[in-house]
């Protein structure tokens, strides 16, 4: 896994930061609405796999931070446990919702589930961590414990905030650029992962490019 990735998880291991870490990113007003805008996307990733006839039914959230989607999926009947590498944000979710959210401590390139045991997994926060070898073995693993889904979200490059730096970053003013999925290469590392690019919800729904998020919706190959 990337040094990014390695420093997240430092981060999250700590007790402080994991018993405030809603306070500073949902609690706030403008954490509130990004919060809202994040959840009805899902909620819409959601509804297309209802209509294309794979509805959830179960699901795992991996990995869950604090237990931020249940509320969203216990709204939906959708039986759903979730899995952290961070024992400490997992005492905050089971301190905030208690047993009817089963959850347990895993690392995502490892879950302790059978294969197609679930009608989707979410990866929610999650991918942007990870350089291209660690993003393709999650992935992977999680294209072998769902039946049909995976809801995903990541950072593109069709909006201002790219624009921005690739201009700053000719004119020498930005030593680098980070990474942001084009829509080839996000469907480039799904297919090697057995998944299929099936809908694309920005984080914006009328102003896609005043954002660098999108929550999609993959599908696995059939097995």
């Known amino acids: 896994m990337s040094a990014t990735f390695e420093r997240a998880k430092a981060r999250y291991r700590d007790a402080d930061v994991a018993a405030g870490y809603d306070s500073w990113r949902y609690e706030t007003p403008r ?22 006839g ?4 179960a699901a795992l ?7 931020r989607l249940a509320p969203l999926l216990f709204t939906r009947s959708i039986a759903a446990a979730g899995a952290d590498v961070s024992l400490e944000m997992l005492r905050e979710t089971f301190r905030k919702l208690g047993k009817k959210f089963p959850i347990f401590q895993c690392s995502a390139d490892a ?3 059978r294969d197609r045991s679930l009608d989707a997994v979410f990866a929610i926060r999650f991918l942007f961590h990870l350089d291209r070898e660690g993003r393709a073995a999650v992935l992977r693993e999680m294209a072998r ?4 889904w995976v809801i995903l979200d990541i950072r593109h ?5 790219w624009a921005g730096w690739r201009i700053r970053h000719a004119l020498g003013l ?12 996000l469907e480039a590392e799904l297919a090697e992962a057995g998944l299929s690019l099936r809908g694309i919800y920005p984080s914006r729904r009328y102003f896609g490019w005043a954002s660098d998020k999108w929550t999609v919706l993959a599908e696995a190959a059939p097995r």
């Open 31 to 52: 954490g509130r609405r990004r919060n809202q805008r994040d959840l009805a996307a899902i909620g819409r990733a959601l509804d297309e796999a209802e209509r294309l």
């Open 54 to 57: 794979g509805p959830v039914r």
């Open 61 to 67: 959230d991996l990995p869950c931070g604090t237990g």
């Open 111 to 113: 879950i302790p589930i």
């Open 145 to 148: 414990v769902t039946r049909r």
């Open 157 to 161: 490059r069709y909006n201002l905030r």
């Open 174 to 185: 930005l030593p680098r650029v980070q990474h942001r999925f084009s829509r080839a290469g």
